[in-house]
């Protein structure tokens, strides 16, 4: 599968072990090289387009003279939207608390933006998930962020450890998009590079 990738030297722009996993999982030979970039949007953003924004703005960090000359880059970013809100990685356990009782009860929305790039082409695409949580009590919140200290994770959470299989109550869309990376859909996009 993907013989097409045989030509490039494929880049994961990511230090996130799930995107490492995932784009793994799919059979992707690829190197790791990351880049701090700020992650500021326009504030007239419409919020599902802020993952596609941002993952491009990580793409373009990358100058063409900084990469192999055959390389193909791919970058991502996740946000999870609460409430018209975007809750990012938190600032520390309170943070951590103040997002999963935000989502307590509720059905928010995952998206994850991803940005695919050769010295030829770029394509940018980003997908939703709904996320239902069950009502969380404290004691399963505290439970949470003592054992799995969700603080790298956007929306104080990652689905795949406890709190997906104990709280997590309902899912529209793709379990691996929650995760980090769209995976049906990164496969098709690869197979047209």
Known sequence: ?????????????????RRQELLRGMGVDFEIMTKETPENYPADLPLDEVPKFLSLQKSLAFADNE???????????????CDGEI????????????????LSGKTH???TGVTVRSAEKTESFAVRS???FAQLDADEIDYYIEHCKPYDKAGAYGIQEWIGYVGISGLEGSFYNVMGLPTRKLFQCLKGF
Do not use: E, F, W
Request: net charge positive; with cysteine; hydrophobic share 45%.
């Open 87 to 102: 809750l990012g990685k938190p600032k520390d356990r309170d943070d951590a608390a103040r997002m999963l009782q935000l």
């Open 109 to 111: 929305h995952v998206v």
């Open 130 to 132: 709904n996320v239902t």
């Open 1 to 17: 599968m993907l013989s097409n990738l045989k030509q490039y030297c494929v880049i994961l722009a990511s230090k996130s072990p």
């Open 67 to 81: 990469l192999p000359s055959d390389y193909l880059l791919i970058t991502s970013d996740t946000i999870v939207i």
